[in-house]
C-alpha cells in the first residue's frame, strides 16, 4: 500500500496595498510629466537650447503641440497639474507622517557604508534618492517658472544669470527627473517585485 503526500505550495506573499492618494499622485506624476517632456521638446525644437537654431532636432513623433506655440500651451498647462500634485503630496506625506519613512536620515547612509543587510541597502539607497530628488524638482519648477513670466518674475531668472543659462539649467533637470523615475522603478522592483509597483497603479 502506497501513500501519497500531497505538497503544499508555497503562499504567495501578500499584494501591497497602497492608500489612493498615493496611487492618484503617481499617476497624475507620470500622465504630467510625458506631456511635459513631449512638448518640452517642442519648445526647445524651436530654438535648440545648444548650437543655437541650426542645433540638433529631436524626431517630431517625440512631440506635442504641432508648433511652438501650441508646445507651450501643452508644457503650462501640464507644469501646473504637475507642481499642484508635488505640493498636494508633500502635505499628504507631511501630514500623515510618511517622510519619516520616505526620506534619507544618518541611518541610511550608514547602512549604506556597513550594512552587509542588501534589502537594507536597497531600502537606504531609495530613501537616499528620494531625498536628493527634491532640490532637483525644485530647481526645475523655478526655472520653469522664470521662463514661463520672466517679467513677472524678473528677480527669479535673475537668481540664473543669463537666459541662456536659465534654459541650460531647465534643460539639464529634464535628464535627471527621468533617470529618478527609472532608478525609483527598478528599486520599487527589486525591493517589492512586480506586486509593488501593480499596487502603485492598479
Known amino acids: 500500500m502506497t501513500s501519497s503526500v500531497t505538497a503544499k505550495r508555497p ?3 501578500p499584494v501591497p496595498t497602497q492608500a489612493i492618494l498615493a496611487k492618484t499622485f503617481h499617476w497624475v506624476n507620470i500622465l504630467s510629466l510625458l506631456v511635459m517632456l513631449t512638448s518640452g521638446l ?10 543655437g537654431r541650426g542645433g540638433w532636432h529631436f524626431p517630431d513623433f517625440l512631440l506635442l503641440g504641432g ?9 503650462f498647462a501640464a507644469m501646473w497639474f504637475y507642481s499642484l500634485n508635488l505640493l498636494f503630496y508633500g502635505l499628504y506625506i507631511l501630514i500623515s507622517h510618511r517622510w519619516k519613512k520616505r526620506f534619507a536620515s544618518s541611518s541610511d547612509l550608514k547602512a549604506l557604508q556597513v550594512s552587509q543587510n542588501v534589502k537594507r541597502k536597497n531600502y ?9 530628488i527634491i532640490p532637483v524638482l525644485l530647481l526645475a519648477i523655478l526655472s520653469g517658472l522664470a521662463m514661463y513670466k520672466p517679467v ?6 535673475g537668481l540664473f544669470g543669463s ?18 523615475t527609472v532608478v525609483h522603478s527598478l528599486l520599487a522592483l527589486t525591493v517589492g517585485s512586480t506586486r509593488l509597483v501593480k499596487s502603485m497603479f492598479l
Not at 537666459?163 to 529618478?180: A, D, N, S
Request: avoid cysteine; hydrophobic fraction near 50%.
Open 11 to 13: 503562499k504567495s506573499p
Open 42 to 51: 517642442q519648445i526647445y525644437n524651436a530654438n535648440p537650447v545648444f548650437g
Open 67 to 75: 508648433w511652438l506655440g501650441g508646445g507651450r500651451n501643452w508644457h
Open 124 to 132: 537606504a539607497l531609495h530613501r537616499l534618492i528620494y531625498t536628493i
Open 152 to 157: 513677472q518674475f524678473h528677480w527669479l531668472a
Open 163 to 180: 537666459w541662456q543659462t536659465l534654459r541650460t539649467i531647465h534643460f539639464i533637470t529634464v535628464p535627471i527627473v527621468i533617470l529618478f
